[in-house]
């Protein structure tokens, strides 16, 4: 079974890397020649283009930033589309809109091409480690052809139902996740404007109702003043897009989330999209003029 693996990034690398040592025959593509070489030095092959990779491959996966990025590899020319073979698999484990996963598998079917939504959490240090959790939606019998290559770089696996539905949980929680992490920002800023030490308040909300992973990585990175990228505000931005676009489909109604989005779009606006995504506090910072740390 050949696996073809298409895109090489924060998280698409170490993934990819960790499906070559789980000893697994794949062919990869990225337009970046040093993370494809990164794959070549532990066993992977290089493809020679996109539709080559495509049409060795029984499980194509791609792991891409945006959903347009997706659906041009998917169904644009030179990609799955043209090139997949009959029986094949596609996985894509990116951030998707459920909207796009279900046009996409609709044209790959008419080629006897099944997909699987697969998107993933857990971070780059998840990725590396292969403890991420992937929640993985469509046809079960797709994803029992899967799951070995789903073992081989994640922990927590999940089959979460019907086609899109990985995608609905993985925008679900990030949603969550993002809702919490700006709650975090304004009760520390809110905690610093009031002159409590801020080591002090941490240890109470740590130990309190307050606490959360949300708010344990925020204190983390703002302490360090460190906003290199885990997980960039720009892709947090495209999430909460997608979160409150299947909001709109479904007439749900959103309060919280649409003012987090306001708060991603201001810190982008100042310069910090491609920061990590707990430099939405620099926004609070910048409004207040004072660091949290002081």
Same mark, same amino acid.
């Given at each position: ?100 996963? &279900? ?7 008419? &080629?006897?091409? &099944? ?27 797709? +994803? ?8 081989? +770089? ?44 801020? @080591? ?20 983390? &990175? ?8 885990? +997980? ?6 495209? @999430? ?55």
């Amino acid at each position: 079974m050949i696996i073809g693996y298409i895109g090489l990034g924060n998280m698409g690398g170490p993934m990819c890397r960790n499906i070559i040592k789980g000893g697994n025959e794949v062919v990869v593509f990225d337009l970046n020649p040093a993370a494809v070489q990164q794959c070549v030095e532990i066993g992977g092959k290089a493809g020679a283009s996109l539709a080559e990779t495509v049409a060795q491959a029984d499980i194509i996966m791609t792991s891409l930033p945006m959903p347009t990025d997706v659906e041009a590899v998917a169904l644009g020319p030179g990609g799955i589309l043209e090139n997949a073979k009959d029986g094949a698999i596609y996985v894509d484990l990116s951030t998707n809109s459920p909207t796009v996963v &279900k046009r996409i598998a609709a044209a790959l079917a008419e &080629k006897g091409v &099944k997909m699987l939504d697969a998107p993933v959490s857990g971070g780059v240090a998840g990725a590396e480690a292969a403890t991420i959790a992937i929640m993985i939606g469509g046809d079960r019998q797709a +994803f029992q052809s899967c799951l070995p290559v789903f073992e081989s +770089f994640g922990k927590k696996i999940v089959h979460t139902g019907e086609l899109g539905s990985g995608s609905v949980a993985k925008l679900v929680n990030n949603m969550l996740a993002f809702c919490n992490m700006t709650a975090a920002a304004e009760a520390m800023m809110l905690g610093a404007a009031a002159g409590i030490d801020h @080591d002090t308040l941490s240890e109470v909300i740590n130990n309190s109702s307050g606490a959360s992973f949300a708010y344990r990585t925020m204190n983390h &990175k703002v302490k360090k003043g460190d906003w290199s990228p885990n +997980f960039a505000i720009n892709l947090a931005n495209k @999430d909460m897009r997608l979160a409150l676009q299947l909001a709109e489909e479904l007439d749900v109604p959103m309060n919280i989330a649409p003012q987090v989005k306001a708060v991603f779009h201001a810190a982008r606006s100042m310069g910090w999209g491609g920061d990590d995504v707990t430099a939405l506090m620099r926004v609070y910072e910048t409004t207040m003029r004072r660091s949290v740390r002081d």
